[in-house]
């Protein structure tokens, strides 16, 4: 980290974070609408098992991983951020009509698809576009103010489909195909909108010259990287979907209104501590930061597995909120600290698409372990829960024992 100490305010912030946040925003009002609704369309409408959805989420997050570490490099290779990111976005705002349309797993799991690969196009390329804006002592603030844009996104878009619902069903402890279709409706103008956001609202940051960038190489990012990834990975591997969280309410008891409602108060209470989080991380320590909240997911996971009611799930959802806002724009701007700024987009991408790739067996890991395969009945809700737990305490206590020497130091 550098010595010179830089004030962090929001209004200090450049006008390429600015960009970025209020197209995530925007695409989060979108997304959060139809995602967090897609495993109780999945299961109340079209009957499929908890291990079929895990299958659809894990494959979806592992189809866009190895784009995020290819765009990753391309961003570095053509020292182009903005144009890249602005293609992710277009490809996720097409595909979300056609779940208007969708009758079957199978649609679902294709458009679900497609939007992925948006995602995997963008997440790289916009995570350095953030990186390469920002100076080193406000890297935290930046990362951890865009993840509260994105989530202020998500509340609103979790209002926006609540409102929906409750005027469509009331309190029907299930959703309907006719209020999915109507929350897939008013999730288009948004994901447009969030397009021309980044389209005109962002600058093109320096990158160096294609000739100065090496061809893509794990190795070229450092040994400290590569560690930290290696830990994450632990860690990851127990983050199974948010979906089976979802289905966790369900199956205690909360009605679609109050699942939307519980996470409604997750994204605000994500929203209100990513900033304070990341400018926190600036000042004791990204480190730190990811080790307390990995402790914390762990015992929010416990809580899960062990939870007799709906409001214990609503009560643990809204602590899990705080490990988000804790640790997940924290996570971010550690990866910076850690490589050169030519390398930032390979980076990133190598940082997303390996977790991503994790998110399929993950993801494949708790459906199995809540309803099993084949004949086998499995272990039952809480045991998703139990593993993630165990892999977050083992990835705490690895990054506890880890002590990197140096970070490589910004170039910004």
Not at 140 to 165: E, K, S
Not at 174 to 179: G, V
């Amino acid at each position: 980290m550098t010595n010179k100490t830089v004030k962090t305010t929001l209004k200090n912030l450049p006008r390429n974070v600015w960009a970025v946040s209020v197209t995530s925003f925007l695409m989060d009002i979108s997304s959060e609408m139809v995602i967090n609704v897609l495993p109780l369309f999945l299961s109340n409408v079209l009957g499929v098992k908890t291990n079929l959805i895990g299958l659809i989420e894990g494959v979806a997050e592992a189809t866009a991983s190895l784009l995020k570490m290819f765009s990753g490099w391309l961003s570095d290779k053509l020292g182009n951020r903005k144009w890249l990111a602005v293609l992710g976005y277009v490809f996720s705002a097409l595909a979300k009509p056609f779940f208007y349309f969708s009758s079957t797993w199978g649609h679902i799991a294709a458009i679900r698809w497609t939007d992925r690969v948006g995602k995997g196009i963008r997440t790289a390329p916009r995570d350095a576009l953030v990186a390469d804006s920002i100076r080193e002592e406000q890297r935290g603030m930046a990362f951890g103010f865009h993840r509260a844009a994105d989530t202020a996104g998500a509340v609103l878009g979790l209002l926006i489909a609540l409102l929906i619902v409750w005027l469509g069903q009331k309190s029907s402890l299930t959703l309907t195909a006719s209020t999915f279709q109507t929350i897939v409706l008013a999730s288009l103008l948004p994901a447009f909108l969030a397009v021309l956001a980044l389209a005109f609202g962002a600058k093109e940051p320096f990158v160096k010259k294609k000739s100065e960038l090496p061809r893509f190489a794990f190795k070229s990012l450092g040994k400290p990287f590569m560690i930290f990834m290696l830990i994450m990975m632990v860690f990851d591997i127990g983050n199974s979907s948010d979906a089976f969280l979802v289905l966790r309410a369900q199956e205690r008891g909360l009605s679609v209104t109050g699942i939307l409602g519980m996470l409604v108060t997750f994204n605000l209470v994500y929203t209100l501590v990513s900033a304070p989080a990341g400018s926190l991380s600036d000042r004791i320590g990204r480190r730190t930061i990811i080790i307390g909240g990995w402790v914390m997911y762990a015992l929010i996971y416990l809580g899960f597995a062990l939870a007799q009611s709906a409001a214990h799930v609503w009560i643990l959802y809204t602590f899990y909120g705080f490990y988000y806002g804790l640790s997940y724009g924290t996570a971010k701007a550690f990866v910076a600290d850690l490589v050169p700024l030519h390398l930032r987009g390979t980076a990133y991408g190598t940082y997303n698409g390996l977790l991503g790739l994790l998110d399929f067996p993950a993801s494949l890991i708790a459906g199995i372990l809540w309803q099993g395969v084949g004949s086998w009945n499995g272990f039952g809700a809480p045991a998703p829960f139990y593993f993630g737990a165990a892999a977050a305490l083992l990835a705490a206590l690895l990054m506890l024992l880890w002590m990197p020497k140096t970070a490589v130091q910004s170039q910004s």
